[in-house]
């Protein structure tokens, strides 16, 4: 039998050797004997001799940043959280079955513990031009009922008062000048008192507002809800609002992600983790993400036998172990070194 045909025996003999061993329950076996050795080794190296800090960014920029992002991926997002929201448990599940109210009472608390942020929000809302057309159309209103319907006018002005009983459509057909004098007034006035009420408002609600208050609101709000199905809370909302949603989403990181802002965040925290851990024992940063022998063992076992079955079932193994390993028993080197024992 020539060199060559040796060879090729040898290579169908190591083919076969390796497929039993990477058979599930072989596989799995040798994993367990071989993990902690690994892990032991894996505890005395840093994690700079395995990666660096640049190797990171560039991946991120490669896969995250220039890597154009399929639109197949907002269509299925789309799709899945149309699946989720009108599915029958989502709609029926309680708010309380999801945030219960001592972890609603922690937020609370926090967010009321940030008094400068909060303060610079509620002044910001109140310089809204919104809010000083609600504030003056709520004025108005207030004043110009009150003036009517107490009867003030009625005071001065003999013979009003029975208009003023009708209406004040009534009392404005019959004495037309007066009522819209009335109004002309109540709204000069708001308007020129419109940045002094702004000013109360801001002082009432920064100053007056105590944090015992707020909490009490926030608490009184979480009794109204807490019951409420999130079906009742997504109501008005179709299928077609929520892919709108998706899509909105999608579009904002596809611009977000080419961001100068979006490049600093990950290579801020790049640096910072590898500033933490590069210099250090890796068995630190597996303690402190609490990876050990077992719990790899456990991810194994979970996925490693159906993988491996399905790929040996398909041939697919096989032919990857015969191509990684024909290079070796065809080269020159294999076959003089077969020759040299053979004769």
Known sequence: MSDKNQGQKLLDLHVQHEMTALK???FIGWLQDEIDPLYDWLKTIDLNQMVTAQQIKTV???????RDVPGAIAEIAGEAATSLFTSAQHKST?????ITRSEFEGFVDKLIELKEQRRQGLDKIIDLPLYGDLISGVLYQAITRYIYESNIISKKVPGVSSMLKISKNMLNKAAPKLGNGIEESVKVYISNSLEFILDESKSFLNESVTDEQLKA???????MIEDKTLGEFQQGMDSLDLSEFVVLGYEFWRDFRKTDYFKHCYETVVDYFFDKYGAVEFGVLLDDLNITPERIMKEAELFA???LETL??????????RRRLEGFYSSDAAIKCLDSLLH
């Open 24 to 26: 599930p329950e072989v």
């Open 60 to 66: 991120i920029q490669n896969n995250v940043v220039d």
């Open 94 to 98: 309680p708010l309380h079955g999801i």
């Open 217 to 223: 609101s926030a608490l009184d709000l979480w009794d």
């Open 305 to 307: 036998p159906q993988v």
């Open 312 to 321: 040996i079932e398909s041939g697919q193994l096989e032919g990857l172990v």
